[in-house]
């Protein structure tokens, strides 16, 4: 009867004692980290530092591959197809989970394709506003709007973005009445805001910090719960519009049925790396909020997410053509 036991356990020992060698042993060659969009911008960075901080604690290399287009679907489609090995991953915006919801069509799904694997961090977005205008605070953008119906203009950097999402909560949380209108890029959108062309434009803080420092526009809140470290002195939408609170985030993910071990290990690897001090000196002054926590952590921070999001975009009727 022992050899019997002994006969049918054998192969389950062996099975988790080769899985756990496995995990200890990856990486044992360079990892690839797919953005797919192009160099530069918020994304780019974070990528990119993380990428350089999991090779120094691994002591193997973390190649970040550019592969923009489609709006991020391509790069994604492209790691969702490699092998569940630990071997190409993943780093992207919020947008990742939204687009699926604006888009005709998408080659993958979420949540069936991918295992996430880490929360990065999340972006507060910023309020701003043409610094011509009688608007200093929330509760004058609320009065100013409600005074002029349909009159204001709020800019979106692209369909479906954080930015495009807030702003819509915002115009359904104050009761407000505006015109979204869409612009390519965020550039753009802060040359006209600028200009005087667009009245209001939504996005992550650091697009914006620059602009509001100079005194080139007006910065009157963030999108944050609390109020950010580098804008300490502008409120938050939630100081007047109660329960209001927006984000965009970075995460991490690899492909669907990556080893659990391995997935474990990355993200024990991605919170060491959140707690250097040379993540938080880069990242925070940008109006970063650096976020460690659990593999489970992030899966229900992806699905809370996407509800809320698929809310907004439904109520919204937001669809990229």
């Given amino acids: 009867m022992k050899k019997i036991l002994m006969k049918t356990l054998l192969p389950l020992v062996l099975g988790v004692a080769t899985a756990s060698a496995m995990a200890q042993a990856w990486p044992t060659k360079p990892v690839r980290v797919v953005i797919p969009f192009p160099p530069g911008g918020t994304l780019d960075t974070v990528g990119r530092l993380l990428a350089q901080k999991l090779g120094e604690q691994t002591g193997q290399t973390f190649v970040v591959d550019n592969k923009p287009g489609g709006n991020g679907t391509i790069g994604a489609d492209a790691v969702a197809k490699a092998p569940a090995d630990g071997y190409t991953l993943l780093f992207n915006a919020s947008t990742f989970v939204t687009a699926p919801m604006t888009m005709k069509s998408v080659p993958y799904g979420v949540v069936a394709n991918f295992t996430p694997v880490a929360l990065v961090a999340k972006a507060p ?67 006209d805001l600028i200009g005087g062309q667009i009245d209001g434009f939504i ?9 509001h420092k100079s005194g080139m526009l007006r910065v009157i809140a963030v999108t944050s719960k609390a109020r950010a470290s580098s804008l300490p002195d502008v409120p938050t939408v939630g100081e007047t519009i109660s329960g209001y609170e927006f984000y965009s985030w970075y995460g991490l993910w690899g492909p669907a049925k990556l080893p659990a071990d391995v997935t474990t290990r990355l993200n024990t690897e991605v919170n060491k790396a959140l707690a250097s001090a040379e993540m938080r000196d880069k990242l925070t002054p940008q109006g970063l909020l650096l976020t460690p926590g659990s593999v489970e952590d992030f899966t229900k921070f992806q699905r809370d997410d996407m509800a809320a999001s698929q809310k907004i975009i439904t109520e919204g009727n937001i669809r990229v053509e």
Avoid: C, W
Wanted: charged share 15%.
């Fill in 125 to 191: 977005l910023s309020v701003a506003i043409n610094k011509n205008l009688p608007i200093t605070d929330v509760k004058s953008l609320v009065a100013y709007a409600k005074a002029n119906p349909g009159k204001m203009t709020f800019a979106v950097g692209s369909i479906g973005s954080a930015g495009h999402l807030s702003t819509e909560l915002l115009k359904r949380a104050g009761q407000l009445d505006y015109l979204i209108v869409p612009y390519k890029g965020t550039a753009p959108a802060f040359q």
């Fill in 203 to 211: 996005d992550p803080i650091l697009g914006s910090l620059q602009y």
